[in-house]
């Protein structure tokens, strides 16, 4: 661990892996909490535009069982204003940006997409007089899907990026045709590629979105996933320029089409399984590429599979300590 001083506090870093964390302690100097948001969108694959029950491992509410209801503008500053007053005592000092988190993002007219998203910028975070440099939403992440990028919303997007701090996540999953038919996505993998292009021209960045785990893939499988959209293995001649890379653990939740059609399947059968397989990824990943997540979350009620994934904290002590048994890092074996 490397151990270096912010705002005149010793504190340690990670310099094995390049966490989203650190990267935003680096530019904003503070620690930078996402507010998660359900805007009340839905999804291509569940209005039956492209198909219908979402991909099989969602639950109804569009894998954002931890974010807030906020459909309108006024409920978003709402929703907002309390997840603040709920953190603020845990990261004092914190700067915080809105997470539009369940469903598909993008998919609604641009004139809903730029009333939910400006509330979100607007908001003031604190009571009137309320001491903090912080006090508005310092910037947006959007999660999405690649076949919900139409020009309209791509303009949006850059006009957005212009004026504020902006990723928008792209939800994969996989590379392999034969899965994601499996998982119900609904589009090819050309079309993710073409959304990647798209975004990284307008200088947005990307953070793409894989599961780990699902029915019949391998661990090659998996690692072919990450080598693919972190650039190891180019897309069209060239490598693929993303931002940040999330990594999740599949978790089989109660309500899931996943759940009553595989109702025994267990996507690993230990946490040390998980944690070899996360290990080998982060050592293929680029170390310029930021690490968003290494796991998932869900809450334990609706847990069925794996049993222990709830165990959010011992994954990730697992995978540190993985990483520095091995003297590994994040791309030494590119």
């Not at 694959?45 to 639950?59: A, E, L, M, P, V």
């Amino acid at each position: 661990m490397e151990k270096e001083y912010q705002n005149g506090k010793l504190r340690e870093r990670n310099a094995r892996i390049t966490t989203i964390n650190d990267y935003m302690r680096d530019r904003f100097g503070c620690k930078v909490v996402k507010l998660a948001l359900d805007g009340g969108f839905t999804c291509p694959n569940r209005d039956g535009s492209k198909g219908t029950g979402g991909c099989i491992f969602c639950s109804e509410t569009g894998s954002g069982d931890m974010a807030s209801r906020a459909c309108t503008a006024a409920d978003i500053k709402a929703a907002m204003q309390s997840q603040v007053k709920l953190l603020s005592d845990k990261w004092k000092d914190s700067a915080y940006m809105a997470y539009f988190q369940s469903h598909t993002n993008t998919y609604a007219p641009v004139s809903e997409l730029r009333e939910k998203f400006e509330a979100a910028l607007s908001c003031e975070l604190f009571e009137k007089g309320a001491a903090c440099e912080n006090s508005r939403c310092l910037g947006l992440a959007i999660a999405t899907r690649p076949d919900c990028l139409s020009k309209d919303v791509l303009d949006y997007l850059s006009e957005l990026n212009k004026r504020t701090f902006l990723w928008v996540e792209l939800g994969l999953q996989t590379i392999h045709k034969k899965s994601a038919d499996s998982i119900n996505r609904c589009y090819s993998l050309d079309v993710y590629d073409e959304a990647v292009r798209e975004l990284t021209a307008r200088g947005i960045r990307v953070v793409t979105h894989l599961i780990f785990g699902l029915p019949r893939e391998s661990k090659e499988d998996m690692l072919e996933s990450v080598r693919y959209v972190t650039g190891s293995i180019p897309a069209d001649g060239s490598p693929q320029h993303i931002f940040g890379l999330k990594m999740h653990l599949l978790n089989v939740i109660k309500g899931s089409r996943l759940a009553s059609e595989m109702p025994d399947y267990v996507p690993f059968e230990s946490m040390d399984e998980y944690v070899d397989l996360v290990t080998d990824a982060l050592r293929i990943i680029p170390k310029g590429i930021t690490i968003h997540r290494m796991t998932g979350d869900c809450p334990r009620k609706l847990l069925i599979a794996p049993e222990w994934s709830y165990k959010k904290r011992s994954i990730l002590n697992g995978i540190t300590a993985r990483m520095t048994a091995l003297n590994a890092y994040q791309g030494d074996r590119l």
